[in-house]
């Protein structure tokens, strides 16, 4: 509530102490800079709480008009989920991705159901779940240099936070199972004649084709606004809530499993994954599913169970098995 009583009301954003994310609203327009360069602005489980809190006051804040989603300095707009935190937490946990999920769906829904429009400003590299963040905004524009992808096969996991979903309806069903199936980048160019993006514009040019895009936005009706979106929202909701929560299901579940963890620590030990190490262990009867096989081994000598097959030796006692 504001000093006038009002129950609805956006709060000053210093009053948040946000660390991963800058927000700013000044001149109609709310910005959200993710601000993590470090980490090519990948978000972390804080950065999406940040993310949801921002996106529920900019929803409430009369003063605010616009919304403009961006990326620290200048090589990453975002980069997805931080894989360093995947691989440390939530392959140990799987239970606890599920509950990540919620928090990703929590935020993205806060973005896409603000009531106003939104507009991506690309500045640098979008990968993985960047070009969800991407696609969940109403407009965007894209510096011309930069390039955007998708990367869960490639990491162990599926782009289904959006891009499964979104990428049909927007650029249609073979780019968008290219994109999805081979990870590869596409330039800048090829995002705007596929319809990804709205514009693409020289670097220094950026900062003037997002202001005017404000600019023609605050001058329209905002309850129309408000409607327009919600129609226009109409089939990416409709593909979102018909399968978030089986993708929340399985993703969680998955990480359980082989392909996330060597995906995942390859990632953070700059290798190339063991994809092909995969295949051969499932073709020769191997198991593709657990790293050191199903757990079906009992230890003669201290009687632990659910010893990996793969094992020689027991974990609890040293006995040979």
């Not at 779940?129 to 096969?153: F, H, K, P, S, Y």
Request: charged residues 25%; glycine residues 10%; contains cysteine.
């Amino acid at each position: 509530m504001d000093e006038a009583g009002r129950p609805f009301a956006g709060r000053p954003p210093e009053d948040f102490g946000f660390a991963d994310i800058v927000y700013e609203k000044r001149d109609w327009v709310a910005r959200v800079t993710i601000n993590r360069p470090h980490a090519y602005n990948a978000y972390t489980t804080h950065t999406l709480n940040e993310l949801r809190e921002a996106f529920r006051d900019a929803a409430h804040d009369d003063g605010v008009a616009v919304l403009v989603l961006t990326g620290a300095g200048e090589k990453a707009f975002c980069t997805g989920g931080d894989v360093k935190e995947y691989a440390g937490e939530y392959t140990r946990r799987p239970r606890d991705y599920w509950k990540y999920m919620g928090l990703f769906a929590e935020a993205h829904e806060a973005l896409r159901n603000l009531g106003k429009p939104t507009i991506a400003r690309l500045n640098g590299i979008v990968a993985g779940g960047g070009n969800e963040w991407n696609m969940a905004c109403d407009l965007a524009v894209a510096v011309d240099e930069i390039t955007i992808r998708q990367v869960g096969t490639r990491v162990g996991s599926v782009a289904a936070g959006g891009a499964t979903q979104w990428l049909p309806i927007m650029v249609g069903d073979r780019r968008a199972r290219e994109m999805l199936l081979m990870c590869e980048p596409i330039t800048a160019q090829q995002a705007l004649e596929w319809g990804l993006v709205n514009r693409v514009v020289p670097r220094d040019e950026l900062d003037a084709c997002v202001d005017g895009l404000c600019e023609k936005l605050i001058d329209k009706f905002p309850e129309c606004l408000r409607y327009t979106r919600q129609q226009v929202n109409f089939w990416k909701d409709l593909a979102w809530h018909g399968t978030i929560g089986h993708a929340r299901e399985w993703l969680a579940l998955h990480f359980a499993s082989y392909e996330p963890w060597e995906g995942m620590t390859a990632f953070v030990e700059k290798r190339e994954p063991g994809y092909r190490r995969l295949r051969e262990l499932a073709r020769d009867g191997g198991s593709s599913e657990f790293v050191w096989g199903p757990p079906v081994l009992e230890c003669g000598a201290c009687g632990a169970k659910g010893l990996p097959e793969g094992m020689a030796f027991c974990g609890a006692c040293g006995a040979e098995l």
